[in-house]
């Protein structure tokens, strides 16, 4: 199992960074079913409280097919992430195609009730090519 290269983005002092790996034996390329689980890392590198709101995904496969993930929290989880605090979650995607690209962006909120976007730069999903 090898994981990509990270995705790291930076917004108003909140640091994402996610790694991916292909999950062989959850996936069945002869029926298209490709697998990957992904591990999100969300840090508080600024000087203000933020709780993470909402999730916004977008996904894209190898034919140009998006799928669109909008939803409250991550993981049945909405973290208060104070200043030098991270939250580290694991999830998983399935695609049809051999490889694809996810990003996207959470909704942070902060104590005053302001809101702002923060980045989830674009990742790889790709089926190592020693399995092909």
């Not at 695609?95 to 980045?119: C, N, V």
Request: aromatic letters at 8%; a negative charge.
């Amino acid at each position: 199992m090898r994981a990509t290269n990270p995705s790291v983005a930076l917004t108003d002092g909140i640091r994402v960074t996610v790694t991916s790996h292909y999950l062989r034996e959850q996936s069945n390329p002869a029926g298209h079913r490709y697998v990957w689980a992904y591990t999100v890392r969300v840090a508080n590198e600024g000087e203000h409280d933020a709780k993470l709101v909402s999730r916004h995904w977008i996904i894209t496969d190898a034919k140009g097919k998006v799928d669109e993930v909008k939803g409250p929290g991550v993981v049945g989880n909405q973290p208060d992430l104070e200043p030098g605090k991270t939250f580290q979650y694991t999830s998983g995607c399935i695609l049809q195609t051999s490889r694809g690209q996810m990003e996207g962006t959470y909704q942070m909120e902060r104590p005053d009730g302001s809101r702002f976007d923060a980045l989830i730069a674009p990742f790889s999903l790709e089926m190592p090519l020693d399995l092909n």
